[in-house]
């Protein structure tokens, strides 16, 4: 007889854990022990600032109407979905995507878990691009998919001939990130362009379609002129993944949807739309929250203000610079992937001592790194700086005042 009551799966998830949950947890035992004041958490990429006016004035318009909390389509309501299509329209994301080709979900991750849910069978395969969300590896998995790494280069871009060389007869999907989390790398049309030529050319040689998972929560947070390209836009078989958690700060609000590329090889678009939308159900989502859709229908084209990201961005670049450290320019979202100057675990453990919480890089499949979050209030980014120019000097041997 035995005592388990966590299916084991389960339990190694748990064990191996999220690093980013893991640090977050142990901030808040910092802070209840030395004081919030003292304590800087930049682990965790949790919006800190208000939503933007257009989405609170909805907001307050659609709480008070009567009749509106009860199920709808699991699919999402029809004129939420209209006017989420009628913006990828007007923005060039895709060229005539309709609303029937689009799925209100939970959120980006209920997003990827339902495509994973519809495309996977047992013991295939999805190529995840290295350094990744720490999550991914848990959802395919979930889903009986078997995970494949593809590193990106040196500067955390595509390396095309590494993803070709992971690609098998049992590969179903490969999915991309971009703005990347933790890199904060955007991917370039011509990096993308290539991605799509060598995922058509192995789709035809394999005699299966290889799909593309994009997962884009970030793309309105950038900092170059360059304007986004969605890698979803590039090539035909793919599914966008998107959520309004980091664009309009309401992270807890989960509300995000899958849009299909209208160009996708299939032979029964009325089975692919229904299979994704009894995923949602089945997972347990059942649908997207009522009085978020249409608070979304109402401010979809609002405005995102990343003038305090800059100004955190800022901050934060000057004081790696002063000390020293290695990072990688992010061109987008609200982090900062940096190379440890000694190792990993010994700067992770140096910084906590420190009270600097940051996540370490063997989390999102990268070792030697760490990410800084800046996704928080102002005072925590400026007393990260003294503790990061701290421990660059302790390293280098010099007396850091007590």
């Given at each position: 007889?035995?005592d388990?009551?966590?299916?084991?799966?389960?339990?190694?998830?748990?064990?191996s854990?999220?690093?980013?949950?893991?640090?977050?947890?142990?901030?808040?035992?910092?802070?209840?022990?030395?004081?919030?004041?003292?304590?800087?958490?930049?682990?965790?990429?949790?919006?800190?600032?208000?939503?933007?006016?257009?989405?609170?004035?909805?907001?307050?318009?659609?709480?008070?109407?009567?009749?509106?909390?009860?199920?709808?389509?699991?699919?999402?309501?029809?004129?939420?979905?209209?006017?989420i299509?009628?913006?990828?329209?007007?923005?060039?994301?895709?060229?005539?995507?309709?609303?029937?080709?689009?799925?209100?979900?939970?959120?980006a991750?209920?997003?990827?878990?339902?495509?994973?849910?519809?495309?996977?069978?047992?013991?295939?395969?999805?190529?995840?691009?290295a350094?990744?969300?720490?999550?991914?590896?848990?959802?395919?998995?979930a889903?009986?998919?078997?995970?494949?790494?593809?590193?990106?280069?040196?500067?955390?871009?595509?390396?095309?001939?590494?993803?070709?060389g992971?690609i098998?007869?049992?590969?179903r999907?490969?999915?991309?990130?971009?703005?990347?989390?933790?890199?904060?790398?955007?991917?370039?049309r011509?990096s993308?362009?290539?991605?799509?030529?060598?995922?058509?050319?192995?789709?035809?040689?394999?005699?299966?379609?290889?799909?593309?998972?994009?997962?884009?929560p970030?793309?309105?947070?950038?900092?170059?002129?360059?304007a986004?390209?969605?890698?979803?836009?590039?090539?035909?078989?793919?599914?966008?993944?998107?959520?309004?958690?980091?664009?309009?700060?309401?992270?807890?609000?989960?509300?995000?949807?899958?849009?299909?590329?209208?160009?996708?090889?299939?032979?029964?678009?009325g089975?692919?739309?229904?299979?994704?939308?009894?995923c949602?159900?089945?997972?347990?989502?059942?649908?997207?929250p009522?009085?978020?859709?249409?608070?979304?229908?109402?401010?979809?084209?609002?405005?995102?203000?990343?003038?305090?990201y800059?100004?955190?961005?800022e901050?934060?670049r000057?004081?790696?610079?002063?000390?020293?450290?290695?990072y990688?320019?992010?061109?987008?979202?609200?982090?900062?992937?940096?190379?440890?100057?000694?190792?990993?675990?010994?700067?992770?453990?140096?910084?906590?001592?420190?009270?600097?919480?940051?996540?370490?890089?063997?989390?999102?499949?990268?070792?030697?790194?760490?990410?800084?979050?800046?996704?928080?209030?102002?005072?925590?980014?400026?007393?990260?700086?003294?503790?990061?120019?701290?421990?660059?000097?302790?390293?280098?041997?010099?007396?850091?005042?007590?």
């Amino acid at each position: 007889m035995t005592d388990r009551v966590v299916a084991e799966h389960i339990a190694r998830y748990f064990t191996s854990g999220s690093a980013i949950r893991r640090m977050f947890e142990e901030g808040l035992r910092l802070k209840a022990s030395h004081g919030a004041d003292a304590v800087a958490d930049l682990s965790i990429g949790n919006p800190d600032f208000d939503p933007p006016p257009e989405f609170l004035e909805a907001l307050q318009r659609v709480a008070a109407l009567k009749g509106h909390h009860a199920y709808m389509p699991n699919a999402g309501y029809p004129h939420v979905r209209g006017r989420i299509a009628d913006y990828l329209n007007q923005h060039r994301y895709f060229d005539g995507i309709t609303r029937d080709k689009i799925i209100m979900t939970t959120g980006a991750a209920g997003a990827l878990n339902i495509v994973l849910a519809t495309l996977l069978a047992r013991g295939e395969e999805v190529i995840v691009i290295a350094p990744y969300f720490v999550e991914y590896r848990f959802y395919v998995e979930a889903h009986a998919g078997v995970v494949r790494l593809a590193d990106t280069d040196d500067h955390f871009d595509l390396d095309i001939d590494r993803i070709a060389g992971a690609i098998t007869d049992k590969t179903r999907a490969v999915m991309v990130n971009s703005p990347n989390n933790p890199s904060g790398r955007v991917y370039s049309r011509s990096s993308l362009e290539k991605l799509a030529a060598l995922l058509t050319a192995e789709s035809e040689r394999r005699g299966h379609p290889i799909f593309l998972i994009s997962d884009e929560p970030y793309r309105e947070i950038l900092y170059t002129d360059e304007a986004f390209v969605s890698p979803a836009s590039v090539y035909r078989n793919s599914f966008m993944c998107y959520s309004w958690s980091k664009s309009f700060s309401i992270s807890g609000e989960r509300i995000g949807y899958v849009a299909i590329n209208p160009s996708l090889q299939t032979d029964d678009w009325g089975l692919l739309i229904g299979s994704l939308a009894m995923c949602n159900r089945s997972l347990g989502f059942v649908n997207a929250p009522a009085l978020m859709q249409k608070v979304i229908a109402e401010s979809v084209d609002a405005r995102v203000d990343i003038s305090h990201y800059r100004e955190k961005r800022e901050l934060l670049r000057q004081a790696l610079d002063d000390g020293g450290f290695e990072y990688a320019d992010p061109d987008g979202t609200f982090y900062f992937f940096v190379r440890t100057p000694e190792a990993e675990v010994d700067f992770i453990d140096r910084a906590r001592k420190h009270l600097l919480l940051v996540v370490p890089g063997t989390d999102f499949g990268r070792p030697g790194y760490f990410r800084i979050s800046y996704a928080a209030p102002r005072p925590t980014i400026e007393l990260a700086c003294r503790k990061l120019l701290d421990i660059a000097k302790e390293i280098a041997g010099e007396k850091v005042p007590a």
